[in-house]
């Protein structure tokens, strides 16, 4: 069964400070994974989306890392502001040619940024 | 350039009545699909209409439905509501029906079933 594992759940840090969230999954086939910022009571917010030869992406103070082998990735983030304070969902595309049933999703971090 | 419109924001039912959503893509997106966000549950992929036509389901029951018309626009009824039904739904649209593609969301409607 296709899986996304984020951690942690919940994590709180002081604005200006850098924070790592973490994405591990099990889909097969795997064609692409996305990482989206969910403001509360908003939809989510694509950041970056990585193929199978991306192993770095960055969005500006956001950057997205791959390890295809380890089925891993991570989202950091740097200089964090109040505005950072969302879920981040990691989301997991099955093979090339399926439709969006084909998504996995993550059940996403909260981060809270705190002055 | 509009983004997904989604519409009510906010919907209050009682248990029993049914409800329609509506979502309108992005120009040009052919593809629309569904989902349930709650906090226990994360998303989860409702269904998925291209060109009018349901290409996909998830696993949920049949009081749940949708349609998409000839501008792409879609609704989603849910009849027969029930208090588990409580959610933020989500749509998304996608140029096409290809997952490799980048999927746009809506702010979603917040229903509140009591």
């Known amino acids: 069964k296709n899986q996304v594992e984020q951690s942690p759940q919940s994590l709180i840090i002081l604005e200006g400070k850098n924070c790592t969230l973490q994405c591990n999954y099990t889909v097969s086939p795997f064609s692409n994974l996305r990482w989206y910022k969910q403001d509360t009571g908003r939809g989510p917010v694509s950041l970056t989306i990585m193929t199978f030869s991306e192993n770095t992406k960055s969005n500006g103070r956001y950057t997205a890392t791959l390890d295809a082998d380890t089925k891993q990735s991570s989202l950091h983030i740097t200089a964090s502001q109040l505005s950072d304070s969302a879920s981040y969902i990691c989301v997991v595309s099955a093979a090339a040619g399926g439709g969006a049933d084909g998504l996995t999703f993550g059940k996403g971090t909260h981060l809270i940024i705190q002055p | 350039k509009a983004g997904v419109t989604q519409t009510p924001r906010y919907l209050i039912k009682t248990r029993g009545q049914q409800v329609t959503l509506s979502c309108s893509p992005i120009?040009?997106?052919?593809?629309v699909s569904w989902y349930q966000q709650t906090p226990g549950q994360g998303l989860q992929f409702l269904f998925e209409?291209?060109?009018?036509?349901?290409?996909n389901k998830g696993n949920f029951p049949g009081r749940f439905s949708g349609r998409q018309f000839s501008n792409s626009r879609s609704e989603m009824n849910v009849s027969t509501l029930e208090l588990g039904d409580s959610a933020l739904y989500l749509c998304?649209?996608?140029?096409?029906?290809?997952?490799?593609?980048?999927?746009?969301f809506g702010s979603g409607t917040r229903l509140t079933v009591v």
């Open positions: 209409y291209f060109s009018e036509t349901q290409r």
């Open positions: 120009s040009g997106h052919r593809s």
């Open positions: 998304a649209s996608s140029r096409n029906s290809e997952s490799n593609y980048g999927y746009t």
